[in-house]
T-cell receptor, first 114, second 114 residues
Framework: DSGVTQTPKHLITATGQRVTLRCSPRSGDLSVYWYQQSLDQGLQFLIQYYNGEERAKGNILERFSAQQFPDLHSELNLSSLELGDSALYFC?????????????FGPGTRLTVT | AQSVTQLGSHVSVSEGALVLLRCNYSSSVPPYLFWYVQYPNQGLQLLLKYTSAATLVKGINGFEAEFKKSETSFHLTKPSAHMSDAAEYFCAVSGRGSNYKLTFGKGTLLTVNP
């Protein structure tokens, strides 16, 4: 158990809908990262927050947004969903925003868009 | 830009045999390198990391990796494979700027035969 929690574990929804994925980092970790894992794209970095502020953006679509709240939990919002958005979404956390800080991954949320 | 190439999408070994999973990186600055393992239907677990201290890094579950700058490699090894090592392994690189995202390789699926 990494100490990072993600809810829900599974999500099935229809095209065009909007969903919210939730992540609680390990106690004491200030950085949260979101990654998408799919068969064709592999593991792709989406976005990073550090202590409530956006730190870096990766291959995140404009239909997707995220935020980190004062209690440090984070939410990833996916809207106007398409079939291609079906993937495993991971949240990771680290103590700080340094490259040496290992990232601890949650169990993921499996999103299926039908 | 940083990148990681994992040679071999699938490696099969016999129980008790040497495990060797190959990873080559590309980075314009000294990198931080990581190996993660993913068991079926689970998140990623950190095996080990290289952060420019010792070039031979020991991790959990008997795994180790050697950083070779001249070969831009960070191969993962284990002297004797166990059935429980069967999983997917990912090599990842992180930078030193303000963006500390992990860039992952495509992964290597390790099969251990009895």
């Amino acid at each position: 158990d990494s100490g990072v929690t993600q809810t829900p574990k599974h999500l099935i929804t229809a095209t065009g809908q909007r969903v919210t994925l939730r992540c609680s980092p390990r106690s004491g970790d200030l950085s949260v990262y979101w990654y998408q894992q799919s068969l064709d794209q592999g593991l792709q970095f989406l976005i990073q927050y550090y202590n409530g502020e956006e730190r870096a953006k990766g291959n995140i679509l404009e239909r997707f947004s995220a935020q980190q709240f004062p209690d440090l939990h984070s939410e990833l919002n996916l809207s106007s969903l398409e079939l291609g958005d079906s993937a495993l979404y991971f949240c990771a956390s680290s103590v700080g925003g340094q490259g040496t800080n290992e990232q601890y991954f949650g169990p993921g949320t499996r999103l299926t868009v039908t | 830009a940083q990148s990681v190439t994992q040679l071999g999408s699938h490696v099969s070994v016999s129980e008790g045999a040497l495990v060797l999973l190959r990873c080559n990186y590309s980075s314009s600055v000294p990198p931080y390198l990581f190996w993660y393992v993913q068991y079926p239907n689970q998140g990623l677990q950190l095996l080990l990391k290289y952060t420019s201290a010792a070039t031979l890094v020991k991790g959990i579950n008997g795994f180790e990796a050697e950083f070779k700058k001249s070969e831009t490699s960070f191969h993962l090894t284990k002297p004797s494979a166990h059935m429980s090592d069967a999983a997917e392994y990912f090599c990842a690189v992180s930078g030193r700027g303000s963006n500390y995202k992990l860039t992952f390789g495509k992964g290597t699926l390790l099969t251990v035969n009895p």
